[in-house]
C-alpha cells in the first residue's frame, strides 16, 4: 500500500491553483484559435483576437487570465490502496489558502450564504470525492467563476419529456444567458441520476477535453447537434453577435429513477479553467 503525505498533496493543490488561473488548457485555447478562424462577425473575430491576447499576456506574466478566480472544485479519484498521511480535506484547502495567496488569485468565497463575510483565502474548497481501482490519487481541479455559474439550470423532465425535452432544456439555458456567461461558452449538461447526481455531472462534464467525444453513439450525436444549434443563436463572442457562441458541448449520463429525468445544465465562460495531476 502507498502512503501520501498530506503535505505533498498541498503543495501541487498551491501549484494547480496558481497554474489553473494562468495557463488556460490547451483544448480550450485551441478551441479559441479556431474560433477566430471560423467566426463569420467582423466584431466577434475582434474579440475573440483579444481574449487570445488577454490569453498570450496572463500567461506571460503569470497574472490571472479572468479577475474572477472562481470557487475551487475539485474532483479526486482515491486509489482504494492507498494511505493519505493526514487530512486530505485539510490539505486539499491549505493548498488552496496557499496558492490564492502566493498567485495573488482573488478570494471569492463567503463564509455563509446570508451573511456574505469574506473568508479571506478563498476557502473552504469544494470537493467531490470517488473511490477508485489502485493505487494512485488524481486530482482534477476546475475554478468556477459565477458571471457563468449564475445562468446554470437543472430541470426535472418528465421521462415522456424524452431527447427532445432535454434538447430545449439546452438551448433554453444558453438563450437565456445570452452576454451574461461571457460567451463563448463551453456547455456541461448532466442527464440522469438524481437531482444532485446530474448537477455534478454537468460540473464534472466541463473538466472534460474539448478533443474528448463522448463514446457513446446518442450522447455523441447530441452533444454535435447541440453545438451546432447554439452556435446558430447568433448570441456570439462578448454576446455581441457572431457564429461563435459556444465553444464546446460535453454531456455525461447516468441511470436514473423510472419516473425521472433530471437535466442540469452548467454553463461555463471561454475561460473554462481545468487542471489534473495524478500522484
Request: aromatic share 4%.
Amino acid at each position: 500500500m502507498r502512503t501520501i503525505k498530506a503535505e505533498e498533496i498541498t503543495e501541487h493543490i498551491k501549484n494547480m491553483c496558481i497554474s489553473v488561473n494562468t495557463v488556460l488548457s490547451e483544448d480550450v485555447e485551441n478551441a479559441l484559435k479556431n474560433a477566430r478562424k471560423t467566426e463569420t462577425s467582423d466584431t466577434g473575430k475582434s474579440i475573440l483576437s483579444q481574449l487570445g491576447e488577454n490569453l498570450k499576456i496572463a500567461g506571460e506574466e503569470k497574472i490571472p487570465i479572468c479577475q474572477d478566480t472562481g470557487m475551487a472544485v475539485f474532483f479526486l479519484g482515491v486509489g482504494q490502496d492507498i494511505h493519505i498521511e493526514g487530512s486530505i480535506e485539510s490539505a486539499v484547502n491549505e493548498g488552496v489558502r496557499q496558492g490564492y495567496e502566493e498567485g495573488y488569485l482573488r478570494k471569492s468565497v463567503v463564509a455563509d450564504p446570508i451573511e456574505r463575510t469574506n473568508t479571506g483565502d478563498n476557502t473552504p474548497a469544494v470537493i467531490y470525492y470517488d473511490i477508485v481501482p489502485g493505487d494512485r490519487l488524481k486530482i482534477t481541479m476546475a475554478p468556477k467563476g459565477f458571471g457563468s455559474e449564475n445562468m446554470s439550470r437543472l430541470v426535472m423532465l418528465k421521462p415522456a419529456d424524452g431527447i427532445e425535452g432535454v434538447k430545449k432544456v439546452i438551448l433554453d439555458t444558453v438563450s437565456a444567458a445570452g452576454p451574461n456567461a461571457c460567451p463563448p461558452l463551453v456547455v456541461g449538461v448532466g442527464i440522469g441520476g438524481t437531482f444532485d447526481k446530474c448537477a455534478v455531472l454537468a460540473k464534472k462534464a466541463l473538466t472534460r477535453s474539448l478533443d474528448d467525444r463522448s463514446k457513446i453513439q446518442w450522447v455523441r450525436e447530441l452533444e454535435e447537434e447541440m453545438l451546432l444549434k447554439i452556435n446558430k443563436l447568433n448570441i456570439g463572442p462578448g454576446g455581441l453577435g457572431g457564429s461563435v457562441s459556444a465553444l464546446g458541448v460535453n454531456i455525461e449520463t447516468y441511470p436514473t429513477h423510472i419516473a425521472g429525468l433530471p437535466v442540469a445544465v452548467n454553463l461555463c465562460c471561454h475561460v473554462n479553467r481545468h487542471i489534473s495531476v495524478v500522484l
